[in-house]
């Protein structure tokens, strides 16, 4: 069975940064893409950024220019590298893999807050 786990979460100053990882355990082929989503409290879930399996990255308006997704397909493994974190940024992220036969797998998801 297939587990999207995520890593890296936690509480950071604004300004501040941190790099979310999110690995698949267990067999898993064909993946279209991999992409992060969050959901801050009462809010609906939002795209974050999404990177193709051809390396194509797509990024919300409000993350661009400070988060980078990036992906290593050999370790079945998708990053986020998010920079000049905000108050706002303050949501429980969720990573998420599409396959090629449109499966959709989703992390536990990880907390992360900014605050001073």
């Known amino acids: 069975q297939v587990q999207l786990v995520e890593s890296g979460g936690g509480l950071v100053q604004p300004g501040g940064s941190l790099r979310l990882s999110c690995a698949a355990s267990g067999s898993i082929s064909g993946i279209r893409s991999m992409g992060w989503y969050r959901q801050a409290p009462g809010e609906q879930r939002e795209l974050v950024a999404g990177?193709?399996?051809?390396?194509?990255?797509n990024y919300a308006d409000s993350v661009k220019g400070r988060f980078t997704i990036s992906r290593d397909n050999a370790k079945n493994t998708v990053y986020l590298q998010m920079n000049s974190l905000k108050f706002e940024d303050t949501a429980v992220y969720y990573c998420n893999f599409l396959t090629t036969t449109y499966i959709i797998y989703w992390g536990q998801g990880t907390q992360v807050t900014v605050s001073s």
């Open positions: 990177i193709t399996n051809g390396g194509s990255t």
